[in-house]
């Protein structure tokens, strides 16, 4: 119903219609944030003597569940296939470790200067002012004490660290 109405007002483009499709709209986000809250609720009251329990619904809640599908890869090493999760990462290692190098050895040597090949400047180039230990520790001190974001990376371990940042 929700796209017939919204198709529809995209056709005739009457603000009637908008209305309608808006109207529509809210009442149903509503009451499917009402059915989610209740089915969360019902969820949690019969699992509520049970904390391993209760800790699942939690995960489903937010969407964290164990991966089971183990996968299995195999590689040509040297020649031979290779399921071994020790060699494959090893190989994958050596082989980008050596890409620059390698690449290095294809590029004829020259007596130009790179830069000698810009010829203009880049108006959208960033430059960043020159900063100091201090400031930069004030910045870190200055972090609230908030959860961690999408890096899962606690700000006490910024202030805890901060020599480590600042060196």
Known sequence: MNNKLYCKYL??????DQKQYKS???????????AERTHYDQLFAATKNNLRKTWEVIKTVIHKQKNNNKQHYNMEV??????????????????FINVGPNQA?????????PISYITQTNRYSMFTKLTN???????????????PGPDAFPH?????????FIQ
């Open 133 to 147: 230990e201090t400031k930069i520790g004030n910045i870190i001190r200055a972090l609230k004490n908030t959860p």
């Open 156 to 164: 006490q371990y910024s202030k805890k660290t901060q020599l480590t």
């Open 105 to 113: 050895t294809s590029i004829p040597y020259s007596n130009i200067d």
């Open 11 to 16: 056709k005739t483009k009457n603000p009637n």
């Open 78 to 95: 040297n020649g031979k296939e290779t399921s071994d999760l020790d060699i494959i990462p090893k190989h994958f290692n050596e082989y």
């Open 24 to 34: 529509y709209k809210s009442t149903l986000r509503s009451i499917l944030c009402k």
